[in-house]
């Protein structure tokens, strides 16, 4: 009965390299959802995806952030290009079905040299 | 943009103390959910509230949903040291909506 898995639990990285974050969701669960917490501050909604569907990204960057949740597979973050401003924990939830409530990862810290 | 605003933002408190903190909202929330953070972790949620008037229980922990449907109260009873952490409110955004709005959290620690 495992819950929602995110990997890494931290990742360092350098400026202008790339980060990859990484979220199976709980099984049973097809829709998932990243959200971003700076130090100090609560949890901000990314983006919202379901199986081979990306349905909102309006809290994400325009650019440099991508997110895809193919149909086999974890979903995955993509921060291209990483700066200073993007060191973060970013968690991802899942849940069942549409407005259902989301169960939150450990998250993973990322920190950018 | 809507915001959950909770207080107290920190307490220190002795063990076998009560504990309430609540979270207010500029604007009406049709559903409430108290999640525990503890450093290092994700979220893990503890109450849901769906209803105005609601008032429902987990263990040592109770949680409101306020009449006017913009707060909503936690209450912790006989705290212990692993109630240590922080309390964040959330709701979605809008009626029928999965974005999650989170409060500004409330940091707890019990001194044993």
């Known amino acids: 009965n495992a819950g929602v898995m995110q990997n890494p639990r931290h990742l360092v990285r350098r400026r202008g390299q790339e980060a990859r974050l990484r979220c199976s969701p709980m099984?049973?669960?097809?829709?998932v959802y990243w959200y971003r917490q700076l130090p100090e501050e609560g949890l901000k909604f990314m983006v919202y995806?379901?199986?081979?569907?990306?349905?909102?990204e309006s809290g994400m960057p325009k650019e440099r952030f991508s997110a895809e949740f193919p149909k086999e597979g974890p979903s995955i973050l993509r921060i291209q290009q990483v700066v200073r401003g993007d060191s973060a924990a970013y968690f991802c939830a899942s849940s069942p079905g549409y407005q259902e409530t989301q169960y939150f990862g450990p998250g993973t810290r990322l920190l950018v040299l | 943009g809507q915001q959950l605003n909770q207080s107290p933002q920190s307490m220190f408190i002795q063990e076998g103390e009560d504990v309430s903190m609540n979270c207010t909202s500029s604007?009406?929330?049709?559903?409430w959910l108290w999640y525990k953070q503890e450093p290092g972790e994700g979220p893990v949620l503890l109450i849901a509230?769906?209803?105005?008037?609601e008032l429902t229980s987990n263990g040592r922990l109770t949680a409101q949903f306020g009449i006017t449907r913009k707060d909503s109260f936690l209450n912790i009873s006989a705290s212990i040291p692993s109630d240590v952490g922080i309390y964040f409110c959330a709701g979605p955004k809008d009626s029928g909506t999965y974005k999650y709005i989170f409060g500004t959290g409330t940091r707890l620690k019990v001194l044993a």
């Open positions: 604007s009406i929330f049709n559903t």
């Open positions: 509230l769906y209803k105005a008037g």
């Open positions: 099984k049973g669960h097809s829709h």
């Open positions: 995806l379901q199986k081979e569907n990306i349905i909102d």
